[in-house]
C-alpha cells in the first residue's frame, strides 16, 4: 500500500509504485499532457502542487511518449514539461546513478541533461552515445527537435572503453543521426597525448550500411611493430554496386 503525507502544499510518497498520469489538476487550472506520463522511484516521491512539480529519488524513471529517462534524481515540472535528471553520489564520493536518456532507438548517458519534452529539445553534458560504428562523447551537447545533436568539445574513437585508448578531439560537431557526423579542426589522440595528426575538418559515416567518410583506425602495441594505428584512411561509396577506400598504417 502506498501512503502519503501532506505538508503545506507537498504530498511525499514514499516506496512508491508505478504511478500514471494523464493531467495534473489543481484547485485552480489543470496542465493536459500529449501522451500518458510514468514516473516511478525507489526511494521516495515529492509532490509540489502549487509548482506542478514531481520530484523522484533513488533509480528514478520517467516514461513519457517515446522517451525514456533513468537517474538517481529527477524532477519533472508538468507546466514547462521540462525535465532535469543528474547523478548523485554515495559515501565514498563515487558517482551513482548517471542519466540514461532514450529516444527513437538512440541512447545516451551523462552526468546531467535538462530535457523539454513538448519541444524535444534539450541541453546534456559530458554525454557518452553509440553512433553507428563507433562512440561520442562531449562536454556539452544541444539536441534539437530534428534529432541533429550539435557537440561541443568532443571526442569520437571505435575504442569500446570508457577511457578510449585513442580518439579524434573534434573542437565541435554536428551529428545528424543515421547520415554522418561532421565536425570542425580535429586531432589525433593517442593515450591522452596529442599527435602531429590532424584535419581541418572531419566527416565521419554515421550510417548502417556504409557512408562517405573517415575509415576509424585501430589502435596497438606488438613487440615487431611498437605502438602503431592501422586502417587509417577515407571510404566514398560511388552507388550500390562500386565503393573504395584508402587505408594506411602508422
Known amino acids: 500500500m502506498v501512503k502519503a503525507a501532506i505538508f503545506l502544499g507537498l504530498v511525499l510518497i514514499s516506496k512508491a ?32 502542487i502549487p509548482q506542478q512539480k514531481v520530484y523522484l529519488y533513488g533509480k528514478a524513471h520517467v516514461d513519457y511518449d517515446e522517451i525514456v529517462l ?20 554515495d559515501s565514498l564520493g563515487k558517482p ?21 519534452f513538448d519541444s524535444k529539445r534539450g541541453i546534456i553534458y559530458n554525454v557518452r552515445t553509440e553512433q553507428a560504428e563507433g562512440y561520442l562523447t562531449g562536454q556539452v551537447i544541444k539536441k534539437q527537435a530534428n534529432n ?12 569500446d572503453l570508457e577511457k578510449p585508448h585513442y580518439y579524434f578531439r573534434l573542437s565541435k560537431a554536428v551529428v545528424i543521426p543515421d547520415d554522418k557526423i561532421i565536425s570542425g579542426p580535429l586531432n589525433l589522440w593517442i593515450a591522452d597525448i596529442p599527435t602531429p595528426l590532424g584535419l581541418p575538418f572531419g566527416y565521419f559515416p554515421n550510417k548502417k550500411g556504409g557512408t562517405n567518410g ?30 573504395t577506400q584508402i587505408l594506411g598504417d602508422i
Open 96 to 116: 551513482i546513478g548517471k542519466p540514461l536518456f532514450e529516444e527513437d532507438g538512440e541512447a545516451y548517458e551523462m552526468d546531467s541533461i535538462r530535457y523539454n
Open 17 to 48: 509504485g508505478w504511478v500514471q498520469v494523464d493531467t495534473l489538476k489543481t484547485d485552480t487550472n489543470s496542465v493536459e499532457l500529449d501522451a500518458p506520463i510514468e514516473y516511478n522511484a525507489e526511494d521516495s516521491m515529492i509532490f509540489d
Open 148 to 159: 541533429n545533436i550539435h557537440v561541443s568539445k568532443g571526442c569520437y574513437t571505435t575504442c
Open 70 to 89: 533513468d537517474a538517481s534524481y529527477i524532477e519533472f515540472d508538468f507546466k514547462s514539461k521540462v525535465a532535469f535528471a543528474r547523478m548523485t553520489f
Open 214 to 243: 573517415i575509415v576509424i583506425p585501430t589502435y596497438g602495441n606488438s613487440p615487431g611493430l611498437g605502438y602503431f594505428l592501422q586502417g587509417l584512411g577515407y571510404y566514398h561509396r560511388f552507388g550500390e554496386k562500386f565503393d
